[in-house]
């Protein structure tokens, strides 16, 4: 077996995979948390499942396990301060502060002006080094009006400028 590159040579790459940002959020024991996240793809059709990966030290994936519910909000170019309080682990408590929060058939938190949420149930959770792999079975949707999404690029947020052709 190969060695892995390293940790700086696969960050460094990965800059350039530009990527939709969302929130994962969920609810356990009556305590909402959630975190910015772009390692969110689509699954299956049919069943309508996607994937999300979540390191096991963040808050949420201990909600995420224990719930077995969670929302993945798709953030529109206009959100790119939201990311950042969901990604910073000193703005924890001021995450849900402002909104318009609300949730659908699970109960996981839902970003109402999100670009679209899917709200998921846990379906398969496979652990691979720090990450968990956690599989949603998507049973509710909700989408905001057409709008532009947010990007993550470069270690910045970004939005679409050019249509490629
Ligand atoms: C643009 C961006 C994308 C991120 N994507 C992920 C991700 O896909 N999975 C993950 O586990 N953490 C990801 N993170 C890191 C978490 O958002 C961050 O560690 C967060 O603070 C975790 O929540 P906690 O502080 O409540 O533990 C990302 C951070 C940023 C800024």
Not at 108 to 125: K, Q, S, T, Y
Not at 151 to 162: D, E, H, K, P
Request: charged share 15%; with cysteine.
């Amino acid at each position: 077996m190969f060695d892995t590159v390293s940790e700086a040579d696969f960050k460094s790459a990965m800059k350039n995979l530009a990527a939709g940002v969302t929130l994962i959020t969920s609810v356990s024991n009556a305590q909402r948390g959630g975190m910015t996240a772009t390692a969110v793809c689509s699954l299956s059709a049919a069943p309508a499942q996607l994937v999300v990966c979540v390191n096991r030290q963040n808050s949420t994936h201990q909600m995420i396990v224990e719930s077995r519910k969670f929302c993945v909000n798709v953030l529109a170019a206009d959100q790119s301060e939201v990311a950042q309080r969901f990604s910073n682990h000193l703005a924890r408590a001021e995450r849900f502060e402002s909104g318009p929060w609300s949730m659908l058939k699970t109960g996981a938190p839902v970003l109402m002006d999100a670009l679209v949420a899917f709200d998921c149930e846990l379906g398969e959770a496979i652990e691979s080094g720090t990450h968990s792999i956690f599989v949603g079975r998507v049973v509710d949707v909700h989408a905001r009006e057409q709008s532009a999404p947010l990007l993550y690029y470069r270690s910045g947020y970004a939005g679409i400028s050019a249509h490629a052709g």
